[in-house]
């Protein structure tokens, strides 16, 4: 059974940083490219970053966020600086076989999702 579990988020100041972490277990780690999304009040759930042979970024984290992966722990990283209030929202990291043609910013094409965990950052 595959699980993804999330470190806890926070809460941060605005200009803070925070660092989430999601560990994967019961799936081949290395053929599968990790996803981060958002999930933010009253709004649907977007696309923050993915990371797999290279990393791609939503427009309104880039230079901000950094998605990585150790392998050997089945681990999948998103830092985040510079962050903003508007970056409030509920993060989850999710797994994507790696394949052909695949779109990392559809959700849709997702495999695996953790439970989320809040992010809060006051103004």
């Known amino acids: 059974q595959v699980h993804l579990v999330e470190s806890a988020g926070g809460l941060v100041q605005a200009g803070g940083s925070l660092r989430l972490s999601c560990a994967a277990s019961?799936?081949?780690?290395?053929?599968?490219?990790m996803g981060w999304f958002r999930q933010a009040p009253g709004k649907e759930r977007e696309f923050v970053a993915w990371?797999?042979?290279?990393?791609y970024y939503a427009d309104s984290v880039k230079g901000r966020f950094t998605a990585s992966r150790d392998n050997a722990k089945n681990t999948v990283y998103l830092q985040m600086n510079s962050l903003k209030p508007e970056d409030t929202a509920i993060y989850y990291c999710a797994a994507q076989k790696l394949r052909f043609g695949a779109n990392l910013r559809s959700q849709d094409e997702y495999d695996y999702w953790g439970q989320g965990t809040q992010v809060t950052v006051s103004s």
């Open positions: 019961g799936l081949t780690f290395g053929s599968y490219a």
């Open positions: 990371s797999g042979g290279n990393t």
